[in-house]
């Protein structure tokens, strides 16, 4: 195998990754969410662990959804005799995000629960209107992010 192979994977790896951005919506919208709570993240005191658990807890996310994504582009128009598994696999795949995205909301709320950092978060907010304007200026930013319109899939063009 030949060395520039290897650094072209990363290459493929990144065009793959954009193409998603760019046509998955749901694939936008993990982004959005990961970045939210890494955002929110800065108001505990969270530990280097509890950084890998949220680093762990996105990435699975997303690379799962990628997956869904490749599985669902790959099954995507099956003849008749396949029409039935076709369905079921795009159907397990996606409840392997769900249940990862389950999990990872379940492991948010009990690290991020805590009413008085809530609070905190909430007067911070309120006591500037500055902030007030920063924190709705990237809501909507994420918004548009996750609903702005969509790609064809490529093998569509």
Not at 114 to 137: A, E, G, H, K
């Amino acid at each position: 195998m030949y060395p520039h192979s290897f650094l072209k994977s990363f290459q493929y790896a990144w065009n793959g990754f954009t193409v998603a951005v760019k046509e998955e919506r749901n694939l936008r919208f993990h982004l959005v969410a990961g970045f939210f709570v890494l955002w929110f993240s800065h108001f505990y005191h969270f530990s280097r662990g509890i950084y890998a658990i949220l680093a762990l807890a996105i990435g699975g996310v997303i690379a799962l959804e990628l997956v869904n994504s490749s599985i669902e582009r790959a099954v995507a128009r099956p003849g008749p005799e396949r029409f039935f598994i076709t369905g079921v696999v795009k159907d397990m795949a996606a409840a392997a995000v769900l249940l990862y995205s389950i999990g990872a909301a379940v492991a948010g709320i009990i690290l991020f629960w805590q009413p008085d950092v809530l609070y905190t978060i909430l007067n911070y907010y309120i006591s500037s209107p500055l902030r007030i304007v920063l924190l709705f200026t990237l809501v909507i930013a994420g918004c548009s992010f996750i609903f702005r319109k969509e790609e064809p899939p490529f093998e569509d063009r």
